[in-house]
């Protein structure tokens, strides 16, 4: 499909379980971000890329949070040793914004992580 | 101090009503602004931008105070469709490139 593709769409793990949360941007856009939403709650942000530079990281909340992104593609966000708060929704967004100019923000659906 | 904030709400209204949300941000490099809209358990899609002469669409209008550092949104004659968050969105101009910054939303009940 042309949007944003997350998967899984929906996981469920057991405390102190890894999970691997996957974002396909839309081809050629440059930006990818990913937010933490959870429930009743704003989006929160955790990391952003942007084309060669490296990336803002200063939303991740802990080390147990990393994320990569392979050139201008596909973007993996893992968390180690998962924790009952971290159950939340996770967005990825990708966008053609640059220095040059702004752009619209388009979502995926979201990865909704439930650690019990 | 948040770099984006805004009113949570709910804010409950009748149909037909005119409803304003304001947000603040702190940045004052802050480059370009818009917002968004988030229905429930659905991801964030585009609105608007906002403009510095201001800007209106359909029923929605946009404004931009940069002196104040403020954003609103108007909604006039609200439909039930209406009822959604609505989220104040920033741009800000880093070393790395642009970062857009989302405020916590604001809730919108419109009810008959």
């Known amino acids: 499909g042309a949007g944003v593709s997350q998967s899984p769409s929906n996981k469920v793990t057991e405390k102190g379980k890894d999970v691997e949360l996957r974002c396909d941007p839309i081809?050629?856009?440059?930006?990818l971000y990913w937010y933490r939403q959870r429930l009743g709650q704003g989006l929160e942000f955790l990391i952003y890329?942007?084309?060669?530079?490296?990336?803002?990281k200063s939303g991740l909340p802990s080390d147990r949070f990393s994320a990569e992104r392979t050139g201008e593609s596909v973007s993996t966000l893992t968390i180690q040793r998962t924790q009952q708060e971290d159950s939340a929704v996770y967005l990825c967004?990708?966008?053609?914004?640059?220095?040059?100019?702004?752009?619209?923000?388009?979502f995926g659906e979201g990865s909704r992580l439930t650690v019990l | 101090r948040k770099e984006v904030e805004q009113d949570p709400g709910p804010f409950n209204v009748p149909e037909g009503a005119t409803v304003a949300f304001n947000c603040t941000y702190s940045n004052s490099a802050s480059q370009s602004f818009f917002w968004y809209r988030q229905d429930c358990r659905k991801e964030p899609k585009l609105l608007m931008s906002v403009y510095s002469s201001g800007n209106e669409d359909g029923r929605f209008t946009a404004q931009l105070n940069r002196a104040s550092q403020y954003i609103s949104l108007l909604i006039r004659d609200s439909k039930l469709s209406d009822s959604a968050t609505y989220l104040c969105?920033?741009?800000?101009?880093?070393?790395?490139?642009?970062?857009?910054?989302f405020g916590t939303g604001t809730q919108l009940k419109v009810e008959l």
């Open positions: 081809s050629g856009h440059t930006a």
């Open positions: 967004a990708s966008s053609l914004l640059n220095r040059e100019s702004t752009g619209e923000l388009f």
């Open positions: 890329f942007q084309g060669n530079s490296a990336p803002d």
């Open positions: 969105v920033v741009n800000i101009l880093t070393g790395g490139g642009n970062k857009l910054t």
